[in-house]
């Protein structure tokens, strides 16, 4: 499963749950609709700090086909990552 989808279904599934919620008089429609964009919001703010953290980076460029090797002098950084690519200079 990719982002889109993984967001695509958490939209949704937030969709049903706050339909349920207007249904039963709980909220109203523009309430939902302001709850599920901030929990959207948040969640991408979170998924983006997640991903550019450096483990994130360097795991990211060791997915490019061109990259060979990519040396850290962090010993940390180079077990954190689960790539062959990565190696620690030390």
């Known amino acids: 499963m990719n982002q889109e989808q993984l967001t695509s279904l958490i939209r949704q599934a937030l969709l ?13 429609d523009g309430s939902l609709q302001l709850c599920v964009g901030a929990v959207m919001a948040i969640g ?13 980076l360097v ?18 950084l180079a077990t954190t990552v689960t790539s062959p690519k990565v190696v620690s200079a030390r």
């Open 44 to 56: 991408a703010a979170a998924w983006a700090i997640y991903t550019r953290r450096n483990a994130g």
């Open 59 to 76: 795991a990211s460029a060791a997915t490019v086909p061109s990259v060979e090797t990519i040396t850290t002098t962090s010993e940390h």
């Open 16 to 28: 049903t749950v706050g339909g349920g919620l207007v249904t039963k008089g709980y909220l109203d």
